[in-house]
T-cell receptor
Framework: DTEVTQTPKHLVMGMTNKKSLKCEQHMGHRAMYWYKQKAKKPPELMFVYSYEKLSINESVPSRFSPECPNSSLLNLHLHALQPEDSALYLCASSQPGLPQYNEQFFGPGTRLTVL | SQQGEEDPQALSIQEGENATMNCSYK?????LQWYRQNSGRGLVHLIL?????REKHSGRLRVTLDTSKKSSSLLITASRAADTASYFC??????????FGPGTRLSVLP
């Protein structure tokens, strides 16, 4: 199984809502990533988990809270988001190590709209 | 900034033609990767080329790396309509951010 799954595919939320994005992989990868991608822009790295521990946080606002409950799952908890946070949120996984050393497998993304 | 810069930003070609995209970066790197993204979907890894390699092939893809010029190129030969996508290079240097370039949007017309 070389698939990374993400749920939901689409999410619309208000600025006062709390929601979560979920990501799952069963490739035995021990590194997982969250990226944010605005329209017609490249993905921007947000967080990296290595062996279920947060190893990179690219100065992301605290309204985004990642969680890695086990080696197959990655969550992104969202709270008090702003309209400018509307974007495609991509999850990826790879063998452990820094992202530049490894092929990353991406999920299809969650399209988030904040009203 | 470590960010790679792709050139051109957009490219339209006919099926069967070759497509060449370039990526330039500013500081020395460990590796350089190329990814493809179909519209609004996840990225697919194409090739990783290490800083001590000059050329790699994978099927119809050929990637070159010139560390003296801080540039890489991706050549897609005998293009197909299914190659229509955005292509990103991604680089990093040890201790620095892993960053995608702005991408080249390739359209292959039937």
């Amino acid at each position: 199984d070389t698939e990374v799954t993400q749920t939901p595919k689409h999410l619309v939320m208000g600025m006062t809502n709390k929601k979560s994005l979920k990501c799952e992989q069963h490739m035995g990868h021990r590194a997982m990533y969250w990226y944010k991608q605005k329209a017609k822009k490249p993905p921007e790295l947000m967080f990296v988990y290595s062996y279920e521990k947060l190893s990179i946080n690219e100065s992301v606002p605290s309204r985004f809270s990642p969680e890695c409950p086990n080696s197959s799952l990655l969550n992104l908890h969202l709270h008090a988001l702003q309209p400018e946070d509307s974007a495609l949120y991509l999850c990826a996984s790879s063998q452990p190590g820094l992202p530049q050393y490894n092929e990353q497998f991406f999920g299809p993304g969650t399209r988030l709209t904040v009203l | 900034s470590q960010q790679g810069e792709e050139d051109p930003q957009a490219l339209s070609i006919q099926e069967g033609e070759n497509a060449t995209m370039n990526c330039s970066y500013k500081t020395s790197i460990n590796n350089l990767q190329w990814y493809r993204q179909n519209s609004g979907r996840g990225l697919v890894h194409l090739i990783l080329i290490r800083s001590n390699e000059r050329e790699k092939h994978s099927g119809r893809l050929r990637v070159t790396l010139d560390t003296s010029k801080k540039s890489s190129s991706l050549l897609i030969t005998a293009s197909r309509a299914a190659d229509t996508a955005s292509y990103f290079c991604a680089t990093a240097r040890y201790g620095q951010n892993f960053v995608f370039g702005p991408g080249t949007r390739l359209s292959v017309l039937p």
